[in-house]
């Protein structure tokens, strides 16, 4: 399980970008894996409950994945309207969590703080432009492997 959660975790830090379940089992599969798709969904759960990779939620409906830029803890600050997300660290969270852990008798105390919000590019152009126009943000950018 460990092995094939790495090699998924490996292919998003090559890709960079987001990522759906799809591409990475397409790109595996095109590396000569053997991987199962019903694999790959359960590594990025499981890379996601560990705090490593970052999810977001495509118009679709899609998940799409993307390696965390730090390995350390960390919180993320993402935007609802665009999916913008920003690694912030929260060394009041942090101690906070230890606290109360500490007061009920909790050993081995973990957490997942995500903070939403609006970015400050989608605040504006919502503020100038009350008329939604959707602009045709297609999710097929031109990249190569
Ligand atoms: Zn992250
Ligand atoms: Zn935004
Ligand atoms: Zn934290």
Redesign the pocket.
Known sequence: MTKSRDAVHEILRQSGGFRSAQDVFAEMRADGSKIGLTTVYRALQSLSDAGRVDVLRTDEGESVYRACQSDTHHHHLV??????TVEVAGPDVERWAEVVGAEHGFIDVTHTVEVFG??????ASRGENPSATPSGAAGKAAGKG
């Not at 609006?118 to 605040?123: I, V």
């Open positions: 935007c609802r309207v665009c999916g913008r609006t970015c400050s590019s989608c605040a």
